[in-house]
């Protein structure tokens, strides 16, 4: 298998099954506005469009490094880890998941598992994976697109982070001075 085969079928696999999963989810009982949900969106959107422009056969100025083969497995390595990452939060998150920023019937914080180590930690397997996409590409375009969903899941984050402290008050203040936002083993 080539290596832009094996990209592909993960992040394929891991979308289809995103999807699927959906239905998994509570109800939702209350949800950010869909003007400030779309700030991220845009820049989603944009940088996943950019990040999968196909590479094979770029060279000149579109072309910033090639990746040897065994620096493209690792990179293929980094993005399994990473997407295994986000389904491992996920599943710890259980029916409290949801794709847009919401709050469910009995919403709680979950500090254990992934969110031990990170408050976002489905941003962050997704991060790793992005990162390792664009390192295997070696493209202008992979590290735009990289660069724009970087932003966006910094927006995003930082949108949840509002909306969690305005359902849950001084209990998410207290997990968010215990556990870093995105960045496992770093100062919160």
């Known amino acids: 298998m080539r290596p832009v085969t094996a990209i592909t079928l993960l992040w ?4 289809l099954t995103w999807i699927a999963a959906a239905a998994w989810a509570d109800p939702v009982q209350k949800r950010a506005t869909i003007r400030a949900e779309a700030r991220y969106r845009v820049f989603w959107l944009a940088g996943t469009v950019l990040l999968f422009v196909p590479a094979h056969g770029y060279e000149g100025r579109l ?8 620096e493209a497995w690792a990179c293929i390595a980094l993005i399994a880890v990473g ?14 998941w949801s794709a847009s920023v919401t709050a469910k019937a009995d919403h709680r914080i979950v500090d254990t598992g992934p969110y031990g180590l990170v408050r976002h930690p489905i941003y962050t397997g997704l991060l790793l994976a992005v990162l390792a996409t664009m ?3 070696g493209t202008v ?5 990289a660069a724009l969903l970087i932003i966006g899941v ?3 984050a930082r949108l949840e982070e509002r909306f969690l402290r305005g359902e849950l008050g001084p209990a998410y203040d ?3 001075r215990r ?6 083993f770093t100062p919160a």
């Open 12 to 15: 394929l696999i891991w979308v």
């Open 154 to 156: 910094v927006m995003k």
């Open 174 to 176: 207290d997990y968010a």
């Open 141 to 145: 375009w992979g590290v735009a697109g």
């Open 135 to 137: 390192a295997a590409k």
């Open 63 to 70: 072309r910033l490094w090639t990746p040897t083969l065994a």
């Open 179 to 184: 556990v870093p936002m995105l960045v496992p």
């Open 83 to 96: 997407l295994i990452f986000s389904w491992w939060a996920r599943i710890h998150l259980g029916r409290l």
